[in-house]
């Protein structure tokens, strides 16, 4: 994925769909989440967290995504 709009592209069409979203939480600390992916806006997308999760949704930006701060995987 190059550009913002080619992750946001990408991200519309799994709308729906179970996605894991791995997340750098600090120096060499990652958090890992699953839910389903619920909405794409402009800058950011929500996923809404399984039941186990603390929280019911997580919002991660496209810019996230295009400097690897964010790793969005798709359950094919």
Same mark, same amino acid.
């Given at each position: 994925?190059?550009?913002?709009? #080619?992750?946001?592209a990408r991200? #519309?069409?799994?709308? $729906? ?8 939480? $600090? ?7 699953? $839910?389903?992916?619920? %909405?794409?806006?402009? %800058?950011?997308?929500?996923? *809404?967290? #399984? *039941? ?8 991660? %930006?496209?810019? @996230? ?5 964010? @790793?969005?995987?798709?359950? @094919?």
């Amino acid at each position: 994925m190059s550009t913002l709009e #080619d992750i946001k592209a990408r991200l #519309d069409a799994h709308i $729906g769909e179970t996605v894991t979203v791995v997340s750098q939480a $600090g120096r060499k600390k990652y958090t890992e989440r699953s $839910g389903i992916l619920r %909405s794409t806006f402009p %800058s950011l997308f929500v996923v *809404e967290l #399984d *039941e186990e999760a603390q929280f019911k949704q997580a919002s991660y %930006s496209y810019t @996230d995504v295009l400097t690897k701060t964010v @790793d969005v995987n798709f359950a @094919d």
